[in-house]
């Protein structure tokens, strides 16, 4: 067990639709990152926050959005759901602003 | 842009061979590069590399970086079938990962 915490663990939607991951990060880290794997692209970088402000942002679209609240957990909402939009989607956390990364068991979003 | 290249994509081996995964980078404010075995579900945190030259051990796992020439591998000998993982490379700048390399181990 990482210490992230991540739900829901599943999710099944319509295209069209909006959802809200949330995650909470090892006790102590202010660092929370955002990816997505699907099977042909790997683990790709959404969003990066540290300490409530964002740090990076990878090839994250315009339909999602993140943030990082004061009690340091993070929310990502993904809006007008694509079938392509299905996937695992990833939060990790650490302690600095880089470096060892501990991951969540992921959130699988399925869109119909 | 950023770009991290793991090679093979996969590979298949005998228990108690010993494989070499690679993994090359190009990426701007270079601060380490780290490697990942992921199983079922979450990755797991194997390397960080920040020096070249210096190998890092652990049991049978070894990780070495080449800051010069901008690429890393990582040795398992002896192999198990309980190494059968992807195997993930990530370089910091943003915390950008490689496809992965697929291992499979037949006992």
């Known amino acids: 067990d990482s210490g992230v915490t991540q739900t829901p663990k599943h999710l099944i939607t319509a295209t069209g639709q909006r959802v809200t991951l949330r995650c909470s990060p090892r006790?102590?880290?202010?660092?929370v990152y955002w990816y997505q794997q699907s099977l042909d692209q790997g683990l790709q970088f959404l969003i990066q926050?540290?300490?409530?402000?964002?740090?990076a942002k990878g090839n994250i679209l315009e339909r999602f959005s993140a943030q990082q609240f004061p009690d340091l957990h993070s929310e990502l909402n993904l809006s007008s759901l694509e079938l392509g939009d299905s996937a695992l989607y990833f939060c990790?956390?650490?302690?600095?602003?880089?470096?060892?990364?501990?991951f969540g068991e992921g959130s699988r979003l399925t869109v119909l | 842009e950023d770009k991290v290249v793991q090679s093979p994509l996969s590979l298949v081996v005998h228990e108690g061979d010993t494989v070499t995964l690679n993994c090359s980078y190009e990426v701007t404010n270079f601060r380490s590069l780290l490697w990942y075995k992921q199983e079922k579900k979450a990755p797991t945190f194997l390397f960080m590399l920040t020096s070249s030259g210096i190998e890092k051990k652990s049991g049978r796992l070894s990780s070495i970086l080449d800051k010069k020439e901008l690429f890393s591998i990582l040795n398992i000998t002896a192999t198990q079938t309980g190494d059968s993982a992807v195997y993930l490379c990530?370089?910091?700048?943003?915390?950008?990962f490689g496809k992965g390399t697929r291992l499979h181990i037949l006992p």
């Open positions: 990790a956390s650490s302690l600095r602003p880089n470096g060892e990364l501990f």
């Open positions: 990530a370089v910091e700048g943003k915390i950008i």
């Open positions: 926050y540290y300490n409530g402000e964002e740090r």
């Open positions: 006790s102590g880290d202010l660092s």
